[in-house]
């Protein structure tokens, strides 16, 4: 399920970061109730090891002014931010808080909420086109030969985003369902040429992809990634997707 937040920036509040993931992170954690928000930062839903938080946001949308001397940027006609969760009650408890105080604050910038509206995308078939909202991550993390680790990103086109793309999805099903992940594996075929957007997340320098995509496999891994997002880091602000339909006349719609 989708939420879709307009919101309006106090013309008197100080310009964001434009490194600004974070910041609606910690604000989609202050909307939630206190014992769900401990509950989903701590223990999240597990498979194995891993443990996922099964939401992923884009960027924040609309005309910007950019100020690359200070690193910040404003919103003066509006911005638009879109949660993606497969957890109903997560997304019905944090827009219920948005619109009960009616303000977010990113930092220290006070938005107004002025709209809120849901949508429920479905991955009908096994094939499937997104856009993607917010810079889609996939990597590894590797052994240097004289000792160390280092992180290794991945674009759409290449073999090994796609294997671990199926295998994140795998697990995020495994996770929130509880149940075996669904045999076969994700196909994934970019659609424009992939732009690099290399952005810093708490300090940590964080490398994504955007284009259209086009997906092919199991449905029910397909509608995880229009639910929980498209690769890592999606409660970090990447891989947020939205279905793009196509129209008899040949036109796509978001």
């Known amino acids: 399920m989708y939420a879709y937040i307009k919101?309006?920036?106090?013309?008197?509040?100080?310009?964001?970061?434009i490194h600004y993931n974070y910041l609606i992170q910690s604000a989609v954690y202050a909307a939630l109730p206190e014992d769900m928000a401990v509950r989903l930062h701590d223990d999240g839903f597990k498979s194995g090891k891993r443990n996922f938080k099964m939401f992923a946001f884009s960027r924040l949308l609309g005309r910007f002014s950019l100020d690359r001397t200070a690193g910040t940027i404003t919103f003066p006609e509006g911005v638009s931010l879109v949660i993606s969760s497969p957890d109903t009650g997560f997304l019905l408890a944090l827009i219920n808080n948005l619109l009960t105080k009616s303000t977010v604050r990113l930092?220290?910038?006070?938005?107004?909420?002025?709209?809120?509206?849901?949508d429920e995308q479905k991955a009908e078939a096994e094939v499937l086109t997104v856009r993607t909202l917010s810079p889609v991550v996939v990597y590894s993390t590797l052994l240097?030969?004289?000792?160390g680790k280092y992180t290794c990103y991945y674009q759409p086109g290449e073999r090994e985003f796609d294997r671990l793309i199926?295998?994140?999805?795998?697990?995020?099903?495994?996770?929130?369902?509880?149940?075996?992940?669904?045999?076969?594996?994700?196909k994934v075929q970019p659609l424009d040429r992939p732009r690099l957007h290399v952005t810093t997340y708490k300090g940590t320098v964080v490398k994504g992809y955007t284009c259209r995509l086009k997906l092919s496999g199991p449905r029910e891994l397909l509608q995880m990634a229009l639910d929980a997002g498209l690769g890592g880091k999606g409660s970090q602000g990447y891989g947020c997707v939205g279905k793009i339909e196509r129209l008899k006349a040949g036109k796509t719609k978001p």
């Open 7 to 17: 919101l309006r920036m106090d013309p008197s509040s100080p310009a964001i970061p």
């Open 107 to 118: 930092g220290q910038s006070l938005f107004y909420v002025e709209e809120v509206r849901f």
């Open 144 to 147: 240097r030969p004289e000792g």
């Open 166 to 186: 199926t295998t994140n999805l795998a697990k995020k099903y495994e996770a929130f369902h509880g149940l075996r992940p669904p045999e076969g594996e994700i």
